[in-house]
């Protein structure tokens, strides 16, 4: 009997096939997951407190089917539209714009817990909304993922300087936050991990005129008394991603923004933390 010295090319195709067939199920099967995942966000979003929430004036998010121009936006399509999506007409609708295809984030699929998020590449992608009038007095929340500990510019309204009014949530690994109303400037709280390496998290902060607040996820609130500055609303560029568009980009996929213009009560940020923390499965 004459010995083998490998597999016969019918036997290799058929390997060959199979491993096709096995590939071709995971990757089914993930497709399917990922699609009954937006599906699930969909319904939760549409049914959430937000809704109802007094003082909302800005709700950015990658899994409405309203948050950008195609209601079927592909994997990996670079984003020039961001679509607030807050149902009052009371205030502007604060759509987040990129008009330079350089500069323009990705719509990516699965990025975080199996849903979609816009992910900025921390070399020069940004996006601006022109025009944005803020308060001093506030409440942002956060949905992102991080691969790493760098500098993370996420959210920035004009730009850090003392005659520039305005605010910022940063970074850097660690969390610094930053309300501005010249001549004064408050913020800067003990460090605090917004989000965790390559772990998914909600960050949030608060400003009520006395306290500067900050939490991650649904720990406890850490306040931080600050100079009191002015509660004067502020129009201004807001920018998503980046300083101005020039420096301190952030490498980071973001899958939800929600901001009012009012110091949300503990009972009104717990609810909303709630409802994300469903919606994303944040553990």
């Known amino acids: 009997m004459k010995k083998r010295n490998g597999f016969s090319l019918l036997e290799l195709s058929i390997v060959l096939l199979v491993i096709a067939v096995i590939i071709g199920m995971i990757t089914q099967s993930s497709d399917v997951l990922q699609t009954a995942r937006l599906a699930a966000a969909r319904n939760i979003t549409k049914s959430s407190v937000v809704n109802d929430t007094s003082g909302l004036i800005l709700w950015l998010d990658s899994t409405s089917e309203d948050s950008f121009n195609s209601t079927n936006i592909d994997d990996g399509t670079a984003v020039a539209t961001w679509n607030d999506i807050k149902p009052s007409k009371t205030t502007a609708q604060y759509n987040a714009i990129q008009a330079s295809s350089g500069s323009q984030p990705l719509y990516k699929k699965g990025m975080i817990n199996d849903l979609p998020a816009v992910t900025f590449d921390g070399i020069n992608d940004y996006m601006t909304i022109p025009n944005y009038q803020a308060n001093a007095y506030m409440t942002l929340f956060m949905v992102a993922k991080c691969p790493a500990h760098t500098e993370n510019l996420f959210i920035e309204q004009s730009v850090l300087s003392s005659a520039n009014d305005g605010f910022y949530l940063w970074g ?3 969390g610094p936050t930053d309300i501005r109303r010249s ?9 605090i991990r917004w989000f965790t390496l390559a772990v998914p998290g909600i960050a949030v902060m608060r ?16 306040n ?8 004067s609303p502020t129009i201004a560029t807001l920018y998503i991603g980046s300083r101005a568009g020039s420096s301190i980009f952030s490498d980071c996929s973001m899958g939800e923004i929600i901001m009012f213009d009012r110091a949300l009560s ?6 909303i933390v709630t409802y994300l923390t469903k919606k994303w499965q944040i553990e």
Not at 183 to 188: D, F, L
Not at 224 to 231: E, G, H, P
Not at 266 to 271: A, G, I, L, N, P
């Open 207 to 222: 400003y009520d005129g006395t306290n500067i607040s900050y939490k991650r996820n649904s720990d406890s609130f850490i």
């Open 266 to 271: 503990d009972t009104e940020v717990s609810d």
């Open 224 to 231: 931080t008394a600050a100079s009191s500055v002015v509660n």
């Open 183 to 191: 001549p004064n400037g408050i913020g800067n709280p003990s460090n």
């Open 172 to 174: 850097s690994g660690l």
